[in-house]
């Protein structure tokens, strides 16, 4: 298998984890006693940016080596690894700042 396949099956996994990382933590909140919807988003939103910038440079590494391959087709799986790569990063940042908000608010009052 191509190094290019491998990163973009990276990307997607780490992108799809960037994703689910957040929802993963609300329903956890929502099913466990004793975890409170604000400690489980402390851990899950580290998580969905550090896994979502894992998943963005994975599908950054998958476009230069299929750039250089000589193949016309090995493009083909980096698009969607790269689409779930920037999404998850956007809902880490997304939530990071919707923490960010509440952060400030709290300590308005």
């Known amino acids: ?14 992108g799809a984890l960037a994703v689910l990382a957040v929802p993963a933590a609300v329903a956890g ?3 466990l006693n ?8 402390y851990v899950a939103v580290p998580s969905a940016c550090l ?6 440079a994975s599908a950054r590494r998958a476009r230069l080596v299929a750039a250089r391959s000589v193949r016309p087709d090995a493009a ?3 698009r969607l ?3 779930l790569a920037w999404a ?9 700042l919707a923490l960010a908000v ?5 300590w308005a009052q």
């Open 1 to 14: 298998m191509p190094s290019s396949r491998r990163a973009a099956r990276a990307a997607g996994l780490f």
């Open 29 to 31: 909140s929502r099913f």
């Open 34 to 41: 004793g975890i409170t919807l604000l400690h489980a988003l």
């Open 51 to 56: 896994l979502g910038l894992l998943a963005v």
């Open 76 to 78: 083909g799986p980096g």
């Open 81 to 83: 690894a790269r689409t």
């Open 88 to 96: 998850g990063l956007y809902c880490g940042v997304t939530a990071a």
């Open 102 to 106: 509440y952060g400030v608010l709290r």
